[in-house]
């Protein structure tokens, strides 16, 4: 049987049973579809029933990504429609599993594939694209290093950056049209997949050093050049590459992590939200962060630059910091410390008297601290004991717990767990959907800190006003925005915003965070009506208009 025509082939612009008849007779469709012409409202609910039919969340996920393959409006669309339920589906949690069975499960390729073997094809596979300066709003890029909380994944960490692109889409509307998946193949440590005879990416160990930093350089010159005004996201890099190359290319380039930038944003935002119930001021708050990774660390660099805003000075905003990690607290004596957490290590002296060894504990640093904040990325479930947290609230009239690990097996502690041993005064917010706990005859709604509060409507404010790079104050902008949608006056009141209205929500957040880039001087369009704009730049899961093109044969 002959090939699909062009415009079926093209998830980008097949309409399938929507196909007009006039369309059908232009396009060479006549006899190829059934007879009945659909809306796409139709479509929607067709797909939608297809879609709750599906055994497992995993069928589920396999299902949207084969719709996603066919039909990228009708796709879209059905996130958006169901945008709350389907979150946790086509992203966290249910795409690490997606991504364990990557190699097993190929159907299509999606995205461009990097390897560092062949780093002479990083051009010439942005180049065969034949997309212009002006084509690309959106680059989402991996190692997939340190994916999610389930590790080293090699080139099966595709899968985050089409699924990081596809919250972007149904949220902040960004044009999947203009968008790009990329992974950086640089090799795996994970052993099961070197030794799996289908796995589809570089059989060797995961390259570092030098020619990682000259591979990571080509590919940042190379899209930075040929698509000057996209935004360049990095997700799930490593702890040893996230924050250097941030760090090496952020000041340079429109560049953003979410790991590090959006994780810190989203936890500004629950602190805000909660210093609205305490009262106390920013400024007189005492940190402890459990979990020293990239995530952790780049919350205490936010909550710390929020603090100097709020007018203590440098030296002062870091010792309110206590960073506890693997080896106990972190220590100004240990050699193996990364240059991100030095600055946040305390002096040996201090530690020195509380152990005798040296090695202080989470309990030990809590009742030593005496926090008011305490903030959980380490991905330990239980960590935060009865004994921490009764410690904790001991010299806290309202303590602020974020234990914001995923999926649920890793979270520090669970909201029902914190509110009882606190008698309901614990404020919190989570990093998993979890129901409202009831306490003393008060209904707690536990907000989620999920990154995709934030990191739609700061790409989408990135674009409306083509910021030359994001600046903190636009993150903190971001983070303002996100707490401002929340009234904390009601007792159990969440912290966060639910993300069932996560298209509006995006809205206003990209409209701080214009302002905030017109502030900041880096805006290199500012329009006279901000909220019109970012309506304007929201694509709509709508099908367009075909224009004429000669039948390109069968989609391979």
């Known amino acids: 049987m002959a090939g699909l025509p062009w415009v079926m082939s093209d998830p980008l612009t097949n309409h399938g049973t929507a196909f007009t008849r006039a369309e059908r007779e232009r396009h060479g469709l006549v006899g190829r579809l059934p007879d009945g012409v659909l809306t796409l409202d139709q479509q929607a609910r067709r797909a939608y ?20 393959d066919r039909n990228e409006v009708l796709y879209h669309r059905l996130l958006m429609d169901h945008l709350e339920e389907l979150l946790p589906i086509v992203y966290d949690p249910t795409v690490g599993q997606a991504i364990k069975d990557y190699s097993h499960e190929y159907r299509r390729p999606r995205g461009v594939f990097l390897s560092i073997d062949r780093p002479q094809d990083v051009r010439r596979s942005f180049e065969a694209l034949h997309l212009s300066a002006d084509d690309v709003d959106m680059v989402v890029v991996t190692d997939a290093e340190q994916i999610l909380g389930i590790g080293d994944w090699g080139v099966h960490g595709v899968q985050i950056s089409i699924g990081k692109l596809a919250v972007c889409t149904a949220a902040a509307g960004l044009d999947p049209g203009r968008c790009l998946p990329v992974v950086l193949d640089v090799g795996t440590d994970n052993a099961a997949l070197l030794n799996d005879p289908l796995y589809l990416g570089v059989r060797h160990s995961r390259v570092r050093g030098e020619r990682y930093d000259r591979f990571v350089a080509d590919y940042v010159r190379t899209v930075a050049e040929l698509y000057p005004h996209a935004l360049l996201h990095f997700e ?7 924050r250097r190359i941030l760090e090496t290319y952020g000041t340079r380039h429109r560049m953003f992590n979410d790991d590090m930038q959006g994780t810190g944003a989203i936890t500004l ?9 305490t009262g106390v001021p920013l400024r007189d708050q005492r940190v402890v962060v459990f979990g020293a990774g990239t995530a952790g660390v780049g919350i205490a660099d ?40 030095r600055e946040y290590a305390r002096p040996a002296a201090e530690a020195a008297d509380l152990s005798e060894d040296g090695r202080v504990d989470l309990l030990t640093t809590v ?45 520090e502690v669970l909201p029902s767990e914190l509110l009882s041993w606190t008698d309901g005064r614990a404020l919190t917010a989570v990093g998993v959907p979890v129901e409202p706990v009831e306490v003393g005859g008060v209904r707690h709604v536990i907000g989620q800190a999920n990154n995709a509060l934030v990191y739609p409507g700061i790409a989408l404010g990135v674009l409306v006003s083509r910021a030359e ?10 983070a303002e925005a996100v707490a401002g949608q929340v009234a904390t006056g009601e007792p159990g009141a969440p912290l966060l915003p639910e993300v ?9 957040v990209a409209v701080a965070v214009v302002r905030a880039a017109a502030e900041d001087g880096v805006a290199t369009v500012v329009p006279d009506d901000l909220v019109q704009a970012v309506q304007d730049a929201m694509w709509q899961p709508e099908y367009a208009p ?7 044969g069968c989609d391979e």
């Open 49 to 68: 029933g297809q879609l709750r039919r599906q055994p497992t969340d995993l069928a589920a996920h396999i299902y949207l990504e084969q719709l996603h």
């Open 236 to 242: 799930d890099f490593g702890p040893g590459n996230a």
């Open 269 to 277: 935002a629950a602190t805000l939200s909660a210093l609205e119930v």
């Open 302 to 341: 936010q909550l710390r630059a929020a603090m100097v805003r709020d007018g203590l000075d440098e030296d002062t905003a870091v010792r309110r910091f206590w960073l506890v990690d693997k080896p106990g607290l972190l220590r100004d004596d240990m050699p193996d410390l990364r240059d991100y957490q």
């Open 367 to 411: 009742r030593h601290a005496r926090p008011t904040l305490l903030v959980g990325t380490s991905t330990v479930r239980g960590a935060f004991t009865r004994e921490v947290v009764e410690a904790m609230a001991r010299h806290v009239e309202r303590p602020v717990v974020l234990p914001l690990s995923n999926p649920t097996e890793r979270i």
């Open 469 to 478: 790079r994001v600046t903190p104050g636009m993150l903190r902008a971001a």
């Open 500 to 508: 069932s209205n996560l298209r509006a929500s995006s809205a206003t």
């Open 546 to 552: 075909l224009p004429d093109a000669p039948d390109r």
